[in-house]
């Protein structure tokens, strides 16, 4: 079983200031990850993903993430936090040799940006 | 780029009363659609997977009988609350999956319904 752990459900920033959100993977076959982005009743815009092209992944809005296999993570990471950056973040994880399986998802993490 | 249409973006409903929601994909033929349930300040979680001209695949714990799904065509799968209960409210999202997408690459996301059922 697929499984990913965002550690921390709130993360707050500066405006300006780098932001870090944290996930960890747990899976029994090569993963594919995803970061996704939500706003407040809207559904999910896909930020990034990994597809064991190129361990750093670069994505929308100046967000960027790296895979590293041997701390099985995949952080989201940007230089410089934008107010409008403050909404919540899941990663998420995939089987990527089995066609019609779903994204499992984290618990998410909820990016407050302060003036 | 692949897009999904998910309609009602917001609907209200008596006790009782049965709701359908609709997901589109427009552009892309959508063999796989996901129904995710999502409640306030909660991740997403998986309700049932279903295959066009399939029965739907429900996650555990997910009442079949209460939860329709029909997906009887590659551009359209509907969910359908019946009975619908206070405790039904919550915030439904379908995911698609693209049919000529290379193995997943291709998930797109409606955007979403917000079911309250008074």
């Known amino acids: 079983a697929q499984s990913v752990t965002q550690l921390g459900s709130h993360v707050s920033v500066s405006e300006g200031a780098l932001v870090l959100l944290r996930c960890n993977y747990s899976?029994?076959?090569?993963?594919?990850l995803f970061w996704y982005v939500q706003y407040p009743n809207q559904g999910l815009q896909l930020l990034l993903k990994?597809?064991?092209?190129?361990?750093l992944v670069k994505g929308i809005n100046g967000f960027e993430a790296e895979f590293k296999k041997s701390e099985t993570s995949f952080h989201l990471t940007k230089p410089s936090a934008h107010m409008s950056d403050a909404a919540e973040y899941f990663c998420a994880v995939s089987d990527r040799f089995s066609g019609n399986t779903p994204l499992v998802f984290g618990k998410g993490t909820r990016l407050s940006v302060i003036a | 780029g692949a897009v999904v249409s998910q309609h009602p973006s917001r609907v209200i409903c008596k006790s009782g009363t049965s709701v359908k929601i609709e997901c589109r994909s427009l552009?892309?033929?959508?063999?796989?659609m996901f129904w995710y349930r999502q409640f306030p300040k909660q991740s997403l979680m998986l309700m049932a997977t279903s295959n066009e001209g399939s029965k739907a695949t429900y996650e555990q714990g997910v009442e079949k009988d209460k939860f329709l799904i029909n997906h009887a065509s590659l551009t359209l799968s509907t969910l359908t609350v019946t009975s619908a209960h206070p405790e039904d409210s919550s915030f439904y999202i379908c995911?698609?999956?693209?049919?000529?997408?290379?193995?997943?690459?291709?998930?797109?996301f409606g955007s979403g319904t917000r079911l309250t059922v008074v």
């Open positions: 995911s698609a999956r693209d049919r000529g997408a290379r193995l997943n690459y291709g998930y797109t």
């Open positions: 990994y597809t064991s092209a190129a361990t």
């Open positions: 552009d892309f033929q959508a063999t796989t």
């Open positions: 899976s029994s076959v090569p993963p594919y």
